[in-house]
Nanobody, 119 residues
Framework: QVQLVESGGGLVQPGGSLRLSCTAS????????ANWYRQAPGKERKLVVH????????TYADSVKGRIAISKDSSKNTMYLQIKSLKPEDTAVYFC????????????WGQGTQVTVSS
């Protein structure tokens, strides 16, 4: 079955940077669209970035546009989310997500990784 594992979160001071990782098993990240979401305490889960089949199909949420970059390592079946100029409002649990088609589209989620931006 499809499994996703996020890592790389932690406590970061405002203005700092970090890189989150999402390693997949049971699915090739190069073959399906993928997404990063985040959920702040007491808030609903929101889309941060959508990655389509090609690099030119990537879209970003306005709240993070210009401060994030995505990449993939096909040999490790891992995707990365790099965030810079971190703000306290970036504090959230970050999740990766992939939609896999069998007889229908099915969403798979990781357990999430905590990002805390505080001085």
């Amino acid at each position: 079955q499809v499994q996703l594992v996020e890592s790389g979160g932690g406590l970061v001071q405002p203005g700092g940077s970090l890189r989150l990782s999402c390693t997949a098993s049971g699915v090739s990240l190069s073959m399906y669209p993928a997404n990063w979401y985040r959920q702040a305490p007491g808030k609903e889960r929101k889309l941060v970035v959508h990655m389509g089949y090609t690099d030119d199909s990537t879209t970003y949420a306005d709240s993070v546009k210009g401060r994030i970059a995505i990449s993939k390592d096909s040999s490790k079946n891992t995707m990365y989310l790099q965030i810079k100029s971190l703000k306290p409002e970036d504090t959230a649990v970050y999740f990766c997500n992939v939609r896999v088609f069998a007889t229908k589209w099915v969403d798979s989620w990781g357990q999430g990784t905590q990002v805390t931006v505080s001085s």
